[in-house]
């Protein structure tokens, strides 16, 4: 039983700081489409927006981190992405914006 205690302690330990900065949650079917639009902050001393490219990364799991998709800002910073897993599991995506404000979101492909 004690043993069965100290894994299940170690196991929340051990996801929790993944859990934590994964960012929004989110669940959804096998093929369904998933789609992220954002905009992005201003650039360091300017009254304009960061302009540039931005970058989808993912994994499924604890896996290697994946450039999915990139894509440049519009010209008010605005960008969106689009994608359908094509397998089950947890897909943890990264954006990467020119303003350096990245964000995460965690998807449960069910």
Not at 34 to 56: M, N, Q, W, Y
Request: aromatic share 8%.
């Amino acid at each position: 039983m004690r043993r069965r205690l100290l894994f299940f302690v170690a196991l929340v330990v051990l996801a929790l700081p993944s859990l934590a900065t994964a960012g929004l949650g989110f669940s959804l079917k096998l093929g369904s489409t998933f789609t992220i639009t954002g905009r992005t902050g201003s650039d360091a001393g300017k009254h304009t927006r960061a302009l540039g490219k931005v970058v989808l990364s993912g994994r499924w799991g604890v896996g290697p981190w994946h450039v999915l998709k990139t894509t440049t800002t519009d010209s008010d910073g605005g960008y969106r992405f689009t994608i359908t897993p094509r397998r089950r599991g947890n897909l943890t995506l990264r954006i990467a914006p020119p303003d350096h404000h990245a964000r995460r979101y965690l998807l449960h492909v069910s």
